[in-house]
């Protein structure tokens, strides 16, 4: 990989998300040398990527490049590659470019969808994980209603504008909502020749709430909103398969689709390497201490989505949001430098910020520790934090001008199918 040996220790880091960024800027100027493999060369703000998918803004202003976090500091190394596995027993990992010595290992992984073995649905379903995949998203959205346009047989059509959407979490219910204000404002300007009425937009959550983690009120409220907008919400129905034309549950509902969104899980993206002991089986998250070092090893953390921190509080680890991963990341950097130095390590205490999340125009939900609001306040509130956590000047400058201009306008510009998605292609990553 052409990174010399020095004489300060090595600290690999893998994975350059919201835990891997922050730890590599704790470390910045440390006495460490500091090595960051990610597989894109660029930080994916993911909280925003149904923006990406539903045409409000463009993929550029939701990334930032790696190399330019921490491209002003020494010792510091970006290469893109794969990790493939690691081999703790001679300190090293395995990636798609070859191998790599490190003193410390820290695995920043994050999560990945959650198919729950059903390879039906990871085949014909549409993840958002990935800006290459709300592209992805964007494009058949679009690539549906040209085709709706064409079509002659009535079914067909149907199928074409029936847009189903699984998982009834943040991400679910912000895809819903931005669709059905599209449904509104633009596709009825857009396509003058299609009867826009027909298309339906329908959200399907397993449990009896949408945004089931958050507070009763904000559940109540997110489902007001969204069946304000004419969302269909299908509760307390589990969806079994999708055959790429027909999704079937364990009810009796049946919906023909031609496009399926699949926001209803994640797990954690565990390396090849680690004894089978440290994985949480179901979750697919790594077994880390109070510390985040790897359960059974000296010189191996897991931080983010990937760790697994159960305690008393959170007997199951922290929820896989952005904040339990950036202070995880920060905390680590301290420790790191303190266990140099010999001095005594901290446990993680996390900071609970609270949630939120927007379904529209002047419409969000938010559950700060000791307050909750809905409406237009909550929504304010949700662009500014949204906006302030972005990484990069101009990804804040152009994101805050986008907004504005969508809000005045009406308007989501980015709505182009600049590489066609093949539904018999589908991309994995
Ligand atoms: C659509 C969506 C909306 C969300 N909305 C919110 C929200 O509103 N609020 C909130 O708090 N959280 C939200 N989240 C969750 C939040 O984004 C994650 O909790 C957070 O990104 C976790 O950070 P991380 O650093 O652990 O992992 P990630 O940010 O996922 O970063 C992991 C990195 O590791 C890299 N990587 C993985 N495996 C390998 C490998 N083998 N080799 C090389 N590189 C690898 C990936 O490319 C990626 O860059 C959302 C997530 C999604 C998908």
């Given at each position: 990989?052409?990174?010399?040996?020095?004489?300060?220790?090595?600290?690999?880091?893998?994975?350059?998300?919201?835990?891997?960024?922050?730890?590599?800027?704790?470390?910045?100027?440390?006495?460490?040398?500091?090595?960051?493999?990610?597989?894109?060369?660029?930080?994916?703000?993911?909280?925003?990527?149904?923006?990406?998918?539903?045409?409000?803004?463009?993929?550029?202003?939701?990334?930032?490049?790696?190399?330019?976090?921490?491209?002003?500091?020494?010792?510091?190394?970006?290469?893109?590659t794969?990790?493939?596995?690691?081999?703790?027993?001679?300190?090293?990992?395995?990636?798609?470019?070859?191998?790599?010595?490190?003193?410390?290992?820290?695995?920043?992984?994050?999560?990945?969808?959650?198919?729950?073995?059903?390879?039906?649905?990871?085949?014909?379903?549409?993840?958002?994980?990935?800006?290459?995949?709300?592209?992805?998203?964007?494009?058949?959205?679009?690539?549906?209603?040209?085709?709706?346009?064409?079509?002659?047989?009535?079914?067909?059509?149907?199928?074409?504008?029936?847009?189903?959407?699984?998982?009834?979490?943040?991400?679910?219910?912000?895809?819903?909502?931005?669709?059905?204000?599209?449904?509104?404002?633009?596709?009825?300007?857009?396509?003058?020749?299609?009867?826009?009425?027909?298309?339906?937009?329908?959200?399907?959550?397993?449990?009896?709430?949408?945004?089931?983690?958050?507070?009763?009120?904000?559940?109540?409220?997110?489902?007001?909103f969204?069946?304000?907008?004419?969302?269909?919400?299908?509760?307390?129905?589990?969806?079994?398969?999708?055959?790429?034309k027909?999704?079937?549950?364990?009810?009796?509902?049946?919906?023909?689709?031609?496009?399926?969104?699949?926001?209803?899980?994640?797990?954690?993206?565990?390396?090849?390497?680690?004894?089978s002991?440290?994985?949480?089986?179901?979750?697919?998250?790594?077994?880390?201490?109070?510390?985040?070092?790897?359960?059974g090893?000296?010189?191996?953390?897991?931080?983010?989505?990937?760790?697994?921190?159960?305690?008393?509080?959170?007997?199951?680890?922290?929820?896989?949001m952005?904040?339990?991963?950036?202070q995880?990341?920060?905390?680590?950097?301290?420790?790191?430098?303190?266990?140099?130095?010999?001095?005594?390590?901290?446990?993680?205490?996390?900071?609970?910020?609270?949630?939120?999340?927007?379904?529209?125009?002047?419409?969000?939900?938010?559950?700060?520790?000791?307050?909750?609001?809905q409406?237009?306040?909550?929504?304010?509130?949700?662009?500014?934090?949204?906006?302030?956590?972005?990484?990069?000047?101009?990804?804040?400058?152009?994101?805050?001008?986008?907004?504005?201009?969508?809000?005045?306008?009406?308007?989501?510009?980015?709505?182009?199918?600049?590489?066609?998605?093949?539904?018999?292609?589908?991309e994995?990553?």
């Amino acid at each position: 990989m052409n990174i010399p040996k020095m004489s300060i220790p090595r600290v690999v880091i893998v994975g350059g998300g919201f835990a891997g960024v922050s730890l590599s800027k704790g470390l910045r100027g440390k006495d460490f040398q500091v090595v960051l493999i990610d597989r894109h060369n660029y930080h994916t703000f993911q909280p925003l990527l149904y923006q990406v998918a539903t045409g409000g803004l463009e993929p550029g202003s939701i990334a930032f490049p790696l190399r330019k976090t921490l491209n002003d500091v020494d010792n510091y190394y970006y290469r893109m590659t794969e990790v493939l596995s690691v081999d703790d027993a001679h300190k090293k990992i395995v990636t798609t470019i070859g191998e790599l010595e490190y003193d410390i290992l820290v695995l920043a992984t994050g999560s990945k969808t959650n198919y729950f073995g059903n390879k039906n649905i990871e085949k014909h379903s549409m993840a958002m994980k990935t800006i290459p995949q709300s592209l992805n998203i964007r494009s058949l959205i679009l690539e549906n209603l040209e085709e709706a346009l064409l079509t002659k047989d009535l079914s067909t059509r149907n199928a074409l504008m029936n847009f189903v959407i699984v998982g009834g979490g943040p991400t679910g219910v912000e895809l819903a909502g931005a669709l059905a204000e599209m449904k509104k404002d633009i596709f009825q300007k857009d396509y003058p020749d299609l009867d826009i009425r027909q298309m339906e937009i329908n959200i399907i959550e397993g449990s009896s709430n949408l945004l089931d983690a958050m507070s009763a009120q904000s559940s109540k409220k997110a489902e007001d909103f969204l069946a304000g907008l004419g969302v269909n919400i299908w509760k307390e129905v589990i969806v079994t398969d999708y055959d790429g034309k027909k999704v079937k549950t364990n009810t009796d509902l049946e919906l023909n689709t031609e496009i399926v969104i699949w926001a209803a899980g994640v797990e954690g993206t565990a390396m090849k390497g680690l004894k089978s002991t440290c994985i949480v089986e179901r979750a697919k998250r790594i077994k880390v201490d109070a510390f985040n070092r790897v359960e059974g090893y000296d010189s191996v953390y897991a931080i983010g989505d990937v760790a697994s921190m159960a305690s008393e509080v959170y007997p199951r680890g922290h929820a896989m949001m952005a904040q339990p991963a950036i202070q995880q990341g920060t905390l680590l950097a301290k420790n790191l430098v303190r266990e140099r130095k010999g001095k005594e390590l901290i446990a993680f205490k996390y900071n609970d910020k609270g949630s939120m999340a927007t379904i529209g125009r002047n419409k969000a939900v938010v559950d700060l520790p000791n307050w909750k609001f809905q409406g237009v306040f909550a929504w304010i509130v949700w662009m500014f934090v949204h906006l302030f956590s972005l990484i990069g000047v101009r990804n804040k400058v152009v994101v805050f001008f986008n907004w504005v201009y969508n809000y005045i306008r009406f308007d989501r510009e980015t709505r182009l199918i600049v590489r066609p998605f093949k539904k018999r292609d589908k991309e994995s990553f």
